[in-house]
DNA sequence: TGACAATACCTCGTGTATCTATGTATAATA
DNA sequence: TATTATACATAGATACACGAGGTATTGTCA
């Protein structure tokens, strides 16, 4: 039973595949690329997280050739893995009030 | 040598002492409190923190009699923990940032 | 008075998250 | 031809947070 805290990671990736299929190349370089490199997830973090997604039936793969001739294996936001991700849409952002919550009520901090 | 990504806890607590000195079971209820119980810090999470904070010298400890005659332990922010929560609030600011840009460059979230 | 809840501190074991390091292989480029 | 970038993957190490448990005092209420 997977019990995590915070999902970011899953969060991160998730709202990346809600826009298109990607690949895990293709997801670690968008995330460093669109949160200007405050993100710049390890791929041993990455794959990881992708089998387990996987494994819980919240995204699909399917292997497809690149322009290049490469072989790239690639990601599908699934319905179960849309609601996951409005789940954890809102528990992040839960969160972020939170943790904002607790600064402002700081006077110390601008 | 400790290496976080985030500092949630470190920060959470660090603010909090920020404001006046504390002891650790109100820093446990403030923080209920103050963030509407999004933040339910476990005892088992809380020490531990306050011990390693007290090592590294962010925060001075000291016991005094509480009112009701109860000895408690009271934590104070010195300055070098002072110097580490601005340095963990922008952290936690970039850290926003960088998953509301995520966020918004999807376009299926509300 | 006796039981129980709340206060107040603490540690240990465990699960989970993330990183580093490593391995494999192909395509592009210098 | 050597190196870099692309692309996938796993294993080991470490750190964070929690649950469970322990001790002890104070307040409450039947």
């Known amino acids: 039973m ?4 915070i999902d970011h990671t899953d969060l991160l990736v998730l709202t990346l595949l809600a826009g ?6 293709q997801i670690i ?3 460093a690329r669109r949160s200007d490199h405050t993100f710049d997830m390890k791929e041993g973090t990455l794959y990881p997280v992708l089998h387990s997604l996987w494994q819980e039936g919240q995204v699909e793969a399917y292997e ?3 322009p290049t001739g490469r072989k790239r294996k690639y990601y599908h ?3 179960k893995g849309r609601e996951a991700l409005r789940v954890e849409t809102q528990a992040w952002r839960a969160y972020a ?4 919550a607790i600064l402002s009520s700081c006077p110390a901090l601008g």
């Open 2 to 5: 997977k019990k995590k805290t």
């Open 20 to 25: 298109e299929d990607m690949y895990g190349y």
């Open 29 to 31: 370089t968008e995330l």
């Open 64 to 66: 497809a050739e690149a």
């Open 77 to 79: 936001l699934t319905k």
């Open 97 to 100: 009030r939170g943790v904002d």
